[in-house]
């Protein structure tokens, strides 16, 4: 067989039958013929190159193999794909092979070399090719093969590896233990400040690893929790893990740095039945316990435990707390037994809070059995306000639903008769508490009342779109419980409204009935409503087939009835019933093929729907003729005055024939060149241009050059989407200095993708030498992230290029960051430090995680060097990053502390506090943190109530204690030594007021050790009480500043009401030369006041001074308390 006679047999033929008749060439040639035809393919263009592959794949004899090999480096970008897929998967080319062909092949074929040798689980390539690549291309290329290796591999180079590995889950799922194992060696080391970035990377890994070893997932979450809960990718694995050790998990979800995520782990429902299914008495209801001041997570948890359960559970829950005087959420009363609901409701109606308030005795009141409070919430529904009347209506129907008795629900909707002359807001209300009763409450009983009350609802004059809306969720609800449940005098009801509500306009919408019904149970349900389908038929009426259709979904394509029904639909009277029933005719797989000729039989002009063209593009290929040629005969969809370009996803065109691709491409630039086509449309159509398979670059270039610029755009972004992207790369970087960079840009960087890197100098080196700015910038991110041979001399020349622009510069310094084993990127680096504010920044993108161990010694003793930059935004900046990097540099808290001490700086102390504190907290800056805090406060004062500055010392003292503070509540355990070391240095009150904030209180004598401190002043011992008092968890605000001391007191006005600040400073001076404390506190409650509203002038800074030095304590006290300016 020669290749022409094989093209012409397969070219009619539909896809699948087109693979099967290549994969029998198998057996149906002999080696030899077979290795002819392999040859006659291969001289081919892409698409036959395409089918040879294909042949060889199915053969994979000698000959097959050697041709698939051949075809790895294959100009044609999705021919080289396929060959590198399939050199994997059958081994055509040796680790040898391969390693030469891995030194200069594009990003593109290594990332797909490295996917395949992934799935196919070859770890004797991975293997050998870590080696070679690691040397090319760098750790983060070699970390892609990782997941592939076998296990003592992957325990060998792991360690080293783990800052560049690209995919954690991955790895996690293959070698689980190897991953556990550096987890657990990373978490050992790793300083406190980075645990929140590593379990963020590292945690879908550690996800997929639970499955394998539970228990040492546990280990590592007892051992490494962070405040803000575990990470986002091991929280739907928190059920997994309570399986296999509730108690341990019980136990490390009560520890106090977990209870403040307990509320948002409980919402997932398999952490919740599994805590209370497998838990021994009394630990679920500590866990009750813990959450019982959040409603929410308090309902979520009751609901998991059987109802006989609960009251007994929410009694040990609620130990310790005298319920008497409670009012209980309804969300809570609701999940109650119902007669302790009863009980709980009697209980608060003999509140006084609830008592006065009538509304809420009524919301209370619904909460009774329903005998005790029917006659009540009647009575509301005759009040003469509609508004009250709805609500009564809204309580006495929920009031009966929770009773859950057909009977009980029965009575109340007795109350629905007088809803017929009602104004709409009335039923509408009526109705939204219908909708969300009890599934399966409904019954075929209830049908006469809901008959008429939908009727009624419908006649009504002032009937709203709301309304019909709450109509058809009612009807479409007790459509669900009557089919589920086999009631067919229920569904026979819903059916006779829906069909009333779909003559109002309503669409038909009976929810999902796959999730709700037996297996087996959608034929007799269908068969049932024949009668209602064929009816409908007759009327031309199909939405009920519909909604069937959808809400059985795939399990109605075996329903002979209902595809009858579908079957009559397709010759509807309407387009639109037309265009739905095809959508679901078409749905079954097994059976679209052979359906779709049908459609196209009943209409010609149907292949323009976007449903039909899927089918026929991607099964039915045999028909895709007259839709390619643009020749499709007019119909109903369809008028012949118009050319048709059909949408095609990219995996599409993969299934047709060269002939089918080229007369699509004939068809694209027909409407692509088309002067009286929108422009949008002619964008549209040289974009799909790119996405034909076998596409030269040439059949974009025309359109490189178009006026227009949406055309002009879409043609740069599909020449990178071409098969040979590499082709115009040149092309691309040629538009990245206009007014398209844009475009041209992230296209430049897809092609780049598909060049060999040793090709990208010739192309990037012009560009960088001459280009313009932007495409010099792109230039040099190429060249570093392609490790182009001589990368490093290339960027270093353009650094040391003088006149160098400060943009380009700039994008150098970011890519240095990729070439820290090189000299060439340490020194630029290290330049840039010290250079210009844009440069320096650059230099502090990294976090110390994605940096080789090796290097992050050197790269922290960069950013040390930032910190001490004289530019103020540079060295903010820094001292951000140095609490991550600290652990690398010995210098890193000794800058920090003398960032923070230093009164110089005055923009940048807090962020050298916040970076000290958190040093401190993983134990790097406690001596350093405490001489700082004993350094400033034995200190003198440089600044007393002067124009800009005031009491600087003062102010940083009491940042610290707030930074101090603010760590403690996140990591308590940890807190302890660092509020130790510097509790002696601290001046009263201020030790007094951080060991309130953090007080202790599961320790004994933590209070009286409190109350022994010399605190000081009266003012001062009552704000350490108002600490205690929020750390107990009061509720009331406390007075932090001597206005709200004096105000209490009633001794001066607000601040609104205060006269001219001029008419007060003599009153205020009068009353701070007397002695006693009353006058000293009004004095500082007016300078307080009246200060800033003058500007803090020479007077009352000379007031304050005065103040300051009272002779009493508590105003001096005070006075201090007042700022003329914010550190």
Request: contains cysteine; charged residues 25%.
């Amino acid at each position: 067989m020669h290749a022409d006679e094989l093209l012409a047999e397969i070219e009619p033929l539909t896809y699948r039958a087109r693979c099967a008749r290549l994969a029998a060439l198998r057996t149906r040639l002999d080696p030899a013929e077979r290795a002819r035809l392999l040859g006659e393919l291969g001289e081919r263009g892409a698409y036959e190159r395409s089918l040879g592959l294909f042949i060889a794949a199915a053969a994979r004899d000698e000959a097959a193999l050697d041709h698939i090999a051949a075809a790895v480096g294959d100009a044609d970008a999705d021919v080289a794909a396929t060959a590198i897929g399939a050199s994997v998967r059958l081994g055509a080319t040796d680790a040898a092979a391969l390693a030469a062909f891995l030194r200069d092949a594009p990003a593109e074929s290594r990332a797909l070399l490295y996917r395949a040798v992934r799935r196919h689980r070859r770890a004797d390539l991975a293997e050998s090719l870590l080696g070679p690549v690691r040397d090319r291309w760098g750790d983060r290329e070699a970390a892609a093969l990782l997941p592939a290796c076998g296990a003592e591999a992957v325990d060998r180079l792991l360690p080293e590896l783990s800052y560049a590995v690209p995919n954690w889950s991955t790895l996690g799922h293959l070698h689980p233990r190897a991953m556990l194992d550096q987890a657990e060696r990373e978490l050992a080391e790793l300083p406190r400040q980075l645990r929140r970035v590593w379990w963020t990377s590292r945690g879908p890994g550690l996800a997929e690893a639970v499955r394998h070893f539970p228990l040492r997932v546990i280990g590592l979450l007892e051992g490494y929790w962070e405040p803000t809960g575990p990470s986002s990718a091991l929280v739907p694995k928190m059920g997994v893990l309570i399986a296999a050790a509730p108690e341990r998990m019980c136990d490390l979800l009560l520890r106090p740095d977990a209870r403040p995520s307990l509320g948002r782990l409980l919402r997932a429902r398999s952490v919740r039945e599994r805590l209370v299914r497998l838990l021994p008495e009394p630990r679920p209801a500590e866990l009750l316990r813990a959450v019982r001041e959040d409603d929410a997570a308090l309902v979520l948890l009751l609901k998991a435990f059987p109802p006989a359960r609960r009251e007994p559970v929410f009694d040990a829950a609620m130990a310790g707390i005298d319920l008497s005087a409670r009012e209980l959420a309804p969300a809570v009363l609701d999940v109650l037994p119902l007669a302790r609901r009863g009980r709980e409701a009697h209980r608060m109606l003999g509140l006084r809070k609830v008592a006065d308030d009538p509304w809420r005795t009524l919301e209370v009141t619904a909460f009774l059995p329903y005998e005790q409070a029917a006659d009540t919430l009647r009575e509301v529904t005759r009040r003469a306000d509609a508004e009250e009347r709805g609500r009564g209506y809204e309580l006495l129907i929920a009031c009966a639903g929770r009773s859950r008795d057909p009977e009980v629900f029965t009575d109340a909707l007795g109350a629905l008769a007088r809803l017929r002359n009602e104004q709409d807001p009335v039923r509408q209300r009526a109705l939204r508490v219908l909708t969300a009763v009890p599934p399966g409450l409904l019954r075929a009983g209830h049908t006469a009342v809901l008959g008429r009350f939908v009727e009624d609802a419908l006649n009504a004059r002032d009937l709203s779109h709301q309304t019909v809306h709450a109509l058809s969720r009612l009807v479409a609800s007790a459509f669900r419980q009557g089919a589920s449940r086999g009631d067919r005098d229920l569904t026979a009801f819903a059916l006779d409204a829906l069909g009333t509500l779909a003559d109002r306009g309503s669409g038909v919408l009976i929810g999902r009935l796959d999730d709700c019904l037996r297996r087996g149970d959608e034929h007799a349900l269908v068969r049932g409503l024949v009668p209602w389908l064929e009816r409908d038929s007759a009327r031309d009426e199909f939405r009920l087939t519909f909604a069937l259709a959808t809400a059985l979904g795939r399990r109605g394509d075996d329903v002979p009835e209902l595809q009858a029904a579908l079957e009559s639909a397709l010759h509807a009277k309407r387009d639109s019933v037309i265009t739905r029933a095809i959508e679901h005719w078409l749905r079954p797989s097994r059976t679209r093929a052979e359906r779709v000729e049908h459609v196209i039989g009943v209409d010609r002009s149907s292949v323009v729907l976007p449903t039909v063209f899927r089918v026929l593009a991607t099964e039915r290929t045999d028909l895709l003729g007259s839709v390619l040629s643009g020749d499709i005969p007019g119909g109903r969809f369809w008028r012949r005055s118009i050319t048709f370009v059909p949408y095609v996803a990219r995996p599409w065109p993969r299934r047709w024939t060269a002939a089918q691709r080229a007369a699509y491409l004939r068809l694209l630039h027909r409407a692509a060149t088309d002067r009286s086509v929108p422009e949008r449309e002619r964008a549209r159509a040289v974009r799909l241009i790119g996405d034909v398979p076998s596409t030269s670059a040439d059949e974009l270039r025309r359109y490189l050059r178009a006026r227009e610029p949406l055309v002009r755009r879409a043609a740069l972004t599909a020449a990178a989407w071409t098969t040979s992207p590499r082709s115009v790369l040149g092309d691309l970087l040629a538009h990245v200095t206009g007014d398209d960079a844009h475009v041209a840009g992230y296209a430049a960087t897809r092609a780049a993708r598909f060049t060999p890197p040793s090709a990208l100098p010739a192309a990037l080196a012009p560009v960088l030498a001459e280009g313009k700015i932007t495409a010099r910038k792109e230039a040099v991110r190429l060249i570093a992230h392609h490790r182009v041979p001589g990368a490093g001399g290339i960027l270093g020349q353009a650094w040391d290029r003088e006149g160098q622009h400060r943009d380009v510069r700039t994008a150098i310094v970011s890519a240095a960051r990729q070439l820290l084993d090189l000299p060439v990127g340490e020194r630029i680096l290290t330049e840039a430090v010290a250079g210009s504010r844009d440069l320096a920044r650059q230099v502090l993108g990294a976090a110390p995680l994605t940096v080789e161990p090796r290097h992050r010694a050197r790269y922290a003793g960069l950013v040390v060097n930032a910190a001490r930059s004289a530019d103020p935004a540079v060295r903010g900046e820094a001292l951000g990053w140095l609490p991550s990097w600290a652990s690398w540099s010995p210098e890193a808290t000794g800058t920090l502390a003398a960032r923070f001490q230093d009164l110089t700086e005055t923009a940048t102390w807090r962020i050298a506090l916040d970076g000290l504190v958190a040093c401190a907290m993983s134990g790097d800056a406690r001596t350093e943190l405490r001489d700082a805090v004993a350094a400033l406060a034995t200190a003198d004062e440089p600044a007393d109530a002067e124009p800009e500055r005031d009491l600087p010392l003062a102010q940083r003292l009491d940042a610290a204690v707030t930074a101090l503070a603010r760590a403690a509540r996140a990591d308590r355990d940890h807190a302890d030594p660092v509020l130790a070391a510097v509790d002696d240095v601290l001046p009263e009150p201020l030790g007094a007021l951080l060991a309130a904030s953090t007080l202790r209180w599961d320790r004994p004598g933590t209070l009286a050790a409190l109350l022994d401190r010399p605190i000081g002043s009266t003012f001062a011992i009552a704000e350490v009480a108002g600490v205690l008092t929020r750390r107990a968890g009061g509720t009331e605000e406390f007075a932090s500043g001597p206005a709200r001391y004096a105000r209490a007191a009633g001794t001066v006005p607000s601040s609104a009401d205060m006269p001219d600040p001029a008419d007060v400073l003599p009153h205020a001076t009068a009353a701070a030369g007397r002695d006693d404390l009353v006058a000293g506190a009004a004095a500082v409650a007016l300078v307080q006041a009246c200060g800033p509203r003058a500007g803090w002038s020479a007077p009352w800074r000379g007031l304050l001074r005065r103040l300051r030095a009272h002779p009493h304590p508590d105003v001096s006290y005070l006075a201090r308390r007042v700022r003329t300016a914010t550190e």
